[in-house]
Every structure is written in structure tokens, then in C-alpha cells.
């Protein structure tokens, strides 16, 4: 039972007298689900989070939609600080959409600049900055407090300062763009951090000898960790791996999608600088730049890379993502939720994404 945008009540069908003034929706033998949960994205449909435009940022929000999600965290990029201030000022004031069809944010991810510069992959070198308090408090500032990730390099100076003060914010401390040792890595969590970005891109590669930061991250069950399942980021076999290592409770979904998400073959904006996409690839000077993955596809990819029912595959791109950013409203269908779902096949193909309680 779903009013205002909310869910009043969940019952059975059958145990449930169903009041003359509400409207019923009959979705006969489909799944329902939560509305997707996508905490990295830098864009869509030909937006860039990046930039000041109302109607793309509409644009982007409603292939979103389109795609299953229904709560998003714009993503910034490394850039010069000023640029960094004023994109997460324009984001923070970015009215909620009331609009259904639309996904809504749910707070800002700061990927960048405090990253590694071994570990940069396309993140601007002359833009990356030692992490300190006083610049997060800036960004803080700028963000109007809304922000609910920050990416960071548990190894670099000023880190670990910097991840103390933040997770005293309440802000999920995500260690990435990374080339710690496991002694680094684990002296990061130590600190507050306690979920990991892209796990197996931009970080030290794993070694039997040397574990680096995916030892401290695979095998820590105090941090959770997410993933672009795509097959081109990270091998099915090692996307399988990663299911097995954190486990239904601890691994997330995202899409780190650009831009040229749903754009097709072309170049493509992704911060300050340009993207080449070629099929499901996006490069920049021959390094991966994001992906043009959607949500539905990344989890329908979990049940054929891994086996696992559509059940446990939803559960990493819903309640997971949602229990990262602090969210007890969203990624979950529960009395005081926010109304919006899914609709599935028994295989996972998206059949209606539902916003504010009403069809589309």
C-alpha cells in the first residue's frame, strides 16, 4: 500500500482487503523490487554531472529511470579545485525531482582528487591534491553537507587525518584509485574506511606475496566493496571471485556510466576532458575511462557471470548500495520507504521502473 510516494503497508494479496478509493495495480506474475541504487555515476544520455545544465541533468535522470534506477549519487571527477566547488554547489542546489520517471539523488561522491598518482587511471595528474581537512571542509561547505562518498587513497599523505574527519561526518570513506600496500590499506580501514571503489580497477594488482589494498579489501568483512560488471572492467571469472570473497551482504553493484551512456559510438564529455566510445568501451589515451553500463544490465551480467538467483543479484544493486550511504528510505520496500520499484521478469529483464508510487 503505497501513499504520497511512500509505502504505507506491505501485506499479501490475498490476506489484504483492498479500500474502494485505492487505485490497484496488477502486476501478475512479474517481480517486484526496489528501485536501483547506482552510488558511482558521472552521467547519462549526454549529460556530465560536471556541467551546468538543468534540462540534461532531466535528461540524464530519466534514462536512468529508464534503466531501473531510481536513486543516484552524481559522481564528480578530478578537476581544478575551483571547478570541483563550484560543480558540487551546483549539484547540492540541484532541486529533488518530484517528477516520476526521474531518478533522484541521494547524495554527492567525490571521486577525486585525493587519489593516487600511481593509481590515477584518467583523472587529470596536475588536478590530484594531498588529502587534508581543511580542503575536504571546503568541499563539505560547497556540498551543503550533502556528501555521502568520498573516494581516497589510504596511502598518500594526509589520508588518514582526512578519513577520520570524514567518517566523523558520517561519510562513507571509499579507498580507491589506490596503490597501498595491505599494511596501508589496513591502517585506512583502521581509520573509517570501510568500503572500496571499483574493486580490481585503479589499484595495486593482488599478489599471493604482496596482497596490496585487494588483500585488506577481499578479506575484510568490515569493509564493502563495489564493482562495474560489465565484462570489460573486471573478468567474469574475477567478478565471480569478488561474489564469493564479500558474499551477498558486502558487495555492491555500480556503473561508474559516463556521459555517453545510451549515446552510442563518438566522443563524449567526462569532466574536463574528452571520452572515445566504441561499443561498450570508453577510452581516454588508451586507459578505461567509466563505463556505458546500465543498473539492469549489471545485474542480469551477476546471475550469468556467477550463477546467482535474481534475488541475491537485486539485493547488490537495492538494499546494499543503500545501506552504504546511510539510506534506510530506499533500496528496500518496507512501511516509510520511498515508493519506487522494479518491475522484473522471473529472469531479471526490466519490464516498469515505479517512482513516487505512480506507473510510468
Known amino acids: 500500500m503505497v501513499e504520497d510516494g511512500y509505502v504505507v503497508s506491505v501485506s499479501s494479496r490475498a490476506s489484504t482487503q483492498v479500500p474502494d478509493n485505492v487505485r490497484l495495480i496488477d502486476l501478475a506474475d512479474s517481480v517486484l523490487a526496489p528501485g536501483f541504487v547506482d552510488i558511482h555515476v558521472h552521467g547519462g544520455a549526454g549529460y556530465d554531472v560536471m556541467q551546468e545544465d538543468r534540462e540534461g541533468r532531466a535528461r540524464m535522470e530519466r534514462h536512468f529511470a529508464k534503466h531501473g534506477v531510481t536513486s543516484y549519487c552524481p559522481t564528480t571527477v578530478t578537476a581544478p579545485l575551483d571547478s570541483t566547488y563550484a560543480a558540487l554547489e551546483r549539484i547540492a542546489k540541484a532541486a529533488k525531482s518530484g517528477e516520476s520517471g526521474r531518478a533522484k539523488p541521494a547524495g554527492i561522491h567525490i571521486e577525486g582528487p585525493f587519489i593516487s598518482h600511481a593509481k590515477r587511471g584518467v583523472h587529470p595528474p596536475e588536478n590530484l591534491v594531498e588529502p587534508s581537512i581543511d580542503l575536504f571542509e571546503k568541499m563539505w561547505q560547497a556540498a551543503q553537507g550533502k556528501v555521502a ?149 549489471a545485474v542480469t551480467n551477476i546471475m550469468k557471470f556467477s550463477g546467482w538467483s535474481l534475488q541475491h543479484s537485486v539485493q547488490l544493486a ?32 526490466l519490464q516498469r521502473t515505479i517512482t513516487n508510487g505512480f506507473a510510468e
Open 318 to 349: 537495492t538494499l546494499n548500495p543503500a545501506r552504504v550511504i546511510g539510506r534506510n528510505d530506499i533500496g528496500i520496500i518496507a512501511p516509510g520507504s520511498q515508493a519506487d520499484f522494479v518491475v522484473l521478469s522471473r529472469e531479471g529483464k
Open 149 to 297: 562518498v568520498v573516494t581516497i587513497a589510504p596511502e598518500i599523505p594526509g589520508a588518514l587525518e582526512t578519513i577520520k574527519y570524514a567518517a566523523e561526518r558520517g561519510v562513507c570513506n571509499s579507498l580507491g584509485h589506490s596503490n597501498a600496500t595491505m599494511a596501508e590499506a589496513e591502517k585506512g580501514i583502521a581509520a573509517g574506511g570501510r568500503h572500496a571503489t571499483h574493486t580490481f580497477n585503479a589499484m595495486r594488482p593482488l599478489d599471493h606475496r604482496d596482497p596490496g589494498i585487494l588483500g585488506a579489501v577481499l578479506s575484510d568483512d568490515r569493509v564493502t566493496a563495489d564493482i562495474i560488471a560489465d565484462g570489460i572492467h573486471v573478468h567474469p571469472s574475477m567478478v565471480s571471485l569478488f561474489l564469493r570473497a564479500k558474499g551477498r551482504d558486502r558487495a555492491v553493484l555500480i556503473t561508474d556510466a559516463i556521459s555517453a551512456t545510451g549515446m552510442g559510438d563518438g566522443q563524449f564529455q567526462l569532466g574536463p576532458f574528452k571520452v572515445e566510445v566504441k561499443g561498450d568501451r570508453c577510452e581516454y589515451e588508451g586507459k578505461l575511462a567509466g563505463s556505458v553500463l546500465t543498473l539492469d544490465r
